[in-house]
């Protein structure tokens, strides 16, 4: 018993040393010269997972095109708000003309671009600053009560009675079953 234990101790330590010796020759040799050079050059740093967080920005409204400032300015000097060319500039002048406009027409004057402001002045959509629509829901009445059929007039006993079948069938409905 102690034989085997003692081959056994043996057979491990000569597995231990052929181990270290295969991971030896398996690295390259560094001599006394490339340490002392590795030495004074800094080692690199392991790249680190870097985490982009962003912004979420709020969507701005897109400033309008030329085009659509002269519409714009077209239809509120039809309207007697704007005076001068419609030169595609939102100007100062032309604020003052929205903000007027607006004004005149129950909308809070800012005297910048909105749905509503557009409708009015027939740019617009038709459903501008409508809600969205909503499902219609049908009225909730009550069905109507369920009638129950008018129970048979009772009949006569006796062996000249005819038995009809409506007869049996509520029969049989009004007898309770006992409950446990």
Same mark, same amino acid.
């Given at each position: 018993?102690?034989? !085997?234990?003692?081959?056994?101790?043996?057979?491990?330590?000569?597995?231990?040393?052929?181990?270290?010796?295969?991971?030896?020759s398996?690295?390259?040799?560094?001599?006394?010269?490339?340490?002392?050079?590795?030495?004074?050059? &800094?080692? !690199?740093?392991? *790249?680190? !997972?870097?985490?982009?967080?962003?912004?979420?920005?709020? &969507?701005?409204?897109?400033a309008?095109?030329?085009?659509?400032?002269?519409?714009?300015? /077209?239809?509120?000097?039809?309207?007697?708000?704007?005076?001068?060319?419609?030169?595609?500039k939102?100007?100062?002048?032309? =604020?003052? *003309?929205?903000?007027?406009?607006?004004?005149?027409?129950? %909308?809070?004057?800012?005297?910048? %671009?909105?749905?509503?402001? %557009?409708? !009015?002045? @027939?740019? @617009? /959509?038709?459903?501008? @600053? =409508?809600?969205? &629509?909503?499902?219609i #829901? &049908? #009225?909730?009445?009550?069905?109507?009560? #369920?009638?129950?059929?008018?129970?048979?007039?009772p009949?006569?006993?006796?062996?000249?009675?005819?038995?009809?079948?409506?007869?049996?069938?509520?029969?049989?409905?009004?007898?309770?079953?006992?409950?446990?």
């Amino acid at each position: 018993m102690r034989m !085997k234990r003692a081959i056994r101790a043996v057979a491990f330590a000569a597995g231990c040393v052929a181990l270290c010796a295969c991971a030896a020759s398996a690295r390259p040799s560094q001599s006394a010269s490339s340490t002392a050079s590795s030495a004074s050059i &800094p080692a !690199k740093k392991p *790249a680190s !997972k870097r985490r982009h967080h962003y912004v979420r920005r709020q &969507p701005m409204q897109k400033a309008p095109a030329p085009d659509r400032i002269s519409e714009i300015q /077209s239809a509120l000097a039809r309207n007697g708000y704007y005076q001068g060319n419609a030169n595609g500039k939102w100007d100062s002048s032309t =604020v003052a *003309a929205m903000q007027k406009f607006q004004s005149d027409h129950g %909308l809070d004057a800012t005297g910048k %671009l909105d749905a509503l402001s %557009l409708q !009015k002045l @027939g740019l @617009g /959509s038709d459903i501008a @600053g =409508v809600s969205a &629509p909503r499902p219609i #829901t &049908p #009225t909730t009445t009550a069905p109507p009560a #369920t009638q129950m059929p008018p129970a048979p007039k009772p009949q006569p006993s006796g062996p000249a009675a005819p038995v009809s079948s409506n007869a049996t069938a509520s029969a049989s409905l009004s007898v309770a079953k006992p409950q446990r």
